[in-house]
């Protein structure tokens, strides 16, 4: 059969692509008579003419056997998934590459895992199992050792060129063995701007209550990196038009969800936090449905905090003035321009791109000018306070944020001499009446 000129070019540019250290080794199997053939996410990235971020390779060693020839060559490496036959090689230069033997799958019964692994040796064995035919190729070292052959069983050389994102054999039975590979299906469809081949969006439908046994922090995982690539906003429509995005968010399933078609994630920046809270307003969820998704999800405390920060956004005042510059920066500290950001996103407050324009600068210029928005930046301390006559305790920290409001209010009120004027005619407290 004649190779397609897709795939001759990707067999020269994935040769010329592949790490030294890793085509040392693919070459060092191969005089051992084994092979290790870079496979997925590195093979359709550069049939794409994308710049491979991960190398795997699929071997045809059993792991003990792959652990013994790398340490011949003097590699170090390290059981990551030793029971389904990966382990992950460390290269001089600290890279690594995982290493997995090419394998059988036996029944799913989690909707996630095998029950157990059968190791084959073969590469057929091992593109069978995958999910998409746009992930299932693997590249071969040729006769000469100086360029690879590609392994295509599934076409996917043929739906890169048509766009497509397409199951290996039965969808159903793809996603119904690990339902996480619905997630994978929109964040690859979204990511590479492709469209998901009808058969494989039909499963979707018959197939999508397996999400429920999907653990959160997988599902957690998956939507984190819809929502932070360039091409979020397909990856949430998507969501949306395969009626999933309930289930993702952790919601009722048969909850309509109506997404305002106005709100562009990717006009934000890529921060989880940010773009999570503008997913959740853009749904108009109210404040416990909110709460429900942050928590439903099992982010790391950091940002989960973050994402509410940016939520309370919606009962922020973004007064277009100094004052107002300063409010915010006391309020939402280094958040502040990505809130904004987020507030013309929605028009909260009516905040157009004009005024958003003129609050950025106001910021910027608050933050050179070097205003005081924290009681740490505040020019007397608590223990100054208790020198001027202000009793221990409440009465402190009640003193010091009056005097912080009067210096947001009027930044050059901030020195020792007019705070502690302050005290004693505000605060109504002084030494003297010691």
């Known amino acids: 059969m004649k190779k397609s000129a897709l795939i001759l070019t990707t067999e020269k540019r994935l040769f010329e692509a592949c790490p030294p250290f890793l085509l040392s080794l693919i070459r060092f199997f191969a005089a051992h008579g084994e092979r290790a053939y870079p496979v997925g996410g590195c093979v359709r990235d550069t049939m794409m003419g994308r710049e491979p971020h991960d190398w795997d390779i699929a071997v045809t060693t059993s792991p003990d056997r792959t652990v013994e020839l790398c340490a011949m060559l003097g590699l170090k ?29 036996g029944e799913y019964n989690d909707s996630r895992h095998p029950e157990n692994v059968t190791f084959t040796g073969k590469i057929e064995d091992d593109l069978s199992r995958r999910d998409f035919t746009v992930n299932a190729m693997a590249a071969d070292l040729d006769g000469t050792g100086r360029s690879f052959e590609i392994i295509d069983l599934f076409d996917g050389a043929s739906d890169i060129e048509k766009k497509i994102i397409r199951a290996v054999g039965d969808p159903e039975v793809r ?5 996480l590979r619905i997630l994978r299906a929109v964040r690859f469809a979204a990511r590479l701007g492709f469209e998901i081949h009808r058969d ?53 399933a048969d909850e309509p969800l109506r997404l305002n078609p106005s709100v562009q994630l990717s006009s934000l920046d890529s921060t989880l936090p940010l773009r999570l809270a503008a997913l959740i ?20 405390t950091a940002v989960s905090d973050e ?37 013309e996103e929605l028009s909260l407050c009516n905040l157009d791109s004009a005024s958003a324009a003129q609050l950025y600068h ?7 000018d070097g205003d005081c928005i924290s009681l740490r930046q505040l020019a007397l301390s608590g223990d100054d306070l208790i020198t001027l006559g202000v009793p221990r305790g409440r009465a402190v920290g009640e003193a010091l944020n009056t005097l912080l409001e009067q210096v947001i209010l009027r930044p050059e009120l901030n020195t020792r001499e007019q705070l502690a004027d302050m005290v004693e005619k505000i605060c109504n407290y002084s030494s003297k009446n010691e």
Not at 281 to 300: N, Q, W
Request: aromatic content about 4%; overall charge negative; hydrophobic content about 40%.
């Open 77 to 105: 490496t390290v059981p990551t998934g030793i029971a389904h036959g990966t382990v992950t090689v460390v290269f001089p230069d600290k890279s690594t590459v995982e290493a997995t033997t090419c394998r059988t799958d």
């Open 307 to 343: 994402c509410r920060l940016y939520l309370s956004a919606q009962t922020a005042d973004f007064e277009v003035s100094p004052v107002g510059a300063r409010r915010l920066r006391k309020a939402f500290g280094d958040s502040t321009y990505n809130l904004i950001a987020l507030a």
């Open 175 to 179: 996603f119904t063995e690990d339902a």
């Open 200 to 252: 494989t969006e039909e499963a979707v439908a018959k197939t999508h209550h397996g999400l429920h046994k999907i653990s959160r922090e997988r599902v957690s995982s998956e939507l984190a990196q819809i929502l932070t690539s360039d091409s979020a906003d397909g990856g949430i429509r998507l969501l949306v038009d395969l009626n999933i995005l309930g289930v993702t968010l952790g919601l009722d």
């Open 362 to 368: 106001l910021v910027a210029r608050s933050e050179i």
């Open 281 to 300: 307003m853009s749904l108009d969820l109210d404040g416990d449905k909110a709460d429900a998704v942050i928590e439903s999800l099992k982010l790391p």
